[in-house]
């Protein structure tokens, strides 16, 4: 891995610049052996992709005088020692989400199609078919970046942005497939809409998907997600 420092108080490790569940597994042991035992002078981390950032404390280490970084990497290799962690610091969810893909809900999916060369049931049929990580959440409360889309399915974000893209709208970019928890500006190519809600400030756990989770998609037609938006 590499690192480097982000502002005065928080350092980050790279363990590489692409998609891959490898690293990303080593990265989100990290994330809940803070979570579950958090190590003291640092306040949070953040897990992404391939990096995760640590939070620290300048006072804690200047008032006893440690050097932060040694201390943060000789954390970080104690957790990726071969073998160190015996079992998973969270339980993996499988968490279902119903997606209706009519084009009133999927404004970019028949010209998704076309630019594919195949048709919207074969679009429909392969991204319901998979399964998909977490990897990350980032952008927006909730948001959640899943992968991997399958190839045929890959498209780049659009070169002109939405300014509004609604809630529950399921989208593609590259590799990646997601869910906008809010209306927002957005650039991916939507195919379809949810009428579960991603995000609510008021729960327990705000989030419903998180690092690690396994997310399944399935069909359900236009008037099954009216009446599901409806209650």
Not at 17 to 40: A, C, G, H, S
Not at 194 to 214: H, I, M, R, Y
Request: charged fraction near 15%; aromatic fraction near 12%.
């Amino acid at each position: 891995y590499t690192f480097y420092s982000t502002g005065d108080h928080a350092l980050t490790f790279s363990f590489g610049d692409r998609m891959d569940i490898t690293v990303n597994e080593y990265i989100l042991q990290l994330f809940y052996r803070y979570k579950n035992f958090p190590w003291p002078g640092i306040k949070d981390c953040i897990p992404a992709y391939t990096t995760i950032t640590f939070i620290y404390d300048p006072l804690y280490f200047i008032n006893r005088k440690i050097d932060p970084i040694d201390t943060i990497q000789e954390l970080v290799s104690e957790v990726l020692i071969p073998n160190a962690v015996t079992r998973k610091n969270k339980p993996t969810n499988i968490i279902r989400i119903p997606v209706c893909y009519d084009s009133s809900c999927a404004p970019d999916i028949t010209s998704l199609a076309s630019i594919k060369q195949i048709s919207i049931n074969e679009i429909i049929q392969l991204h319901s078919s998979a399964t998909y990580r977490v990897f990350m959440n980032g952008f927006l409360p909730g948001f959640a970046y899943m992968g991997k889309v399958d190839e045929k399915i890959n498209a780049p974000r659009l070169t002109s942005p939405r300014q509004k893209v609604p809630a529950g709208s399921v989208g593609i970019a590259g590799d990646q497939t997601g869910i906008y928890p809010i209306e927002s500006p957005g650039g991916w190519q939507l195919i379809g809409r949810t009428p579960v809600s991603l995000f609510n400030t008021n729960a327990v756990k705000p989030c419903l998907l998180e690092p690690g989770d396994q997310v399944q998609f399935y069909p359900i037609s236009l008037s099954e997600f009216q009446n599901w938006s409806s209650q």
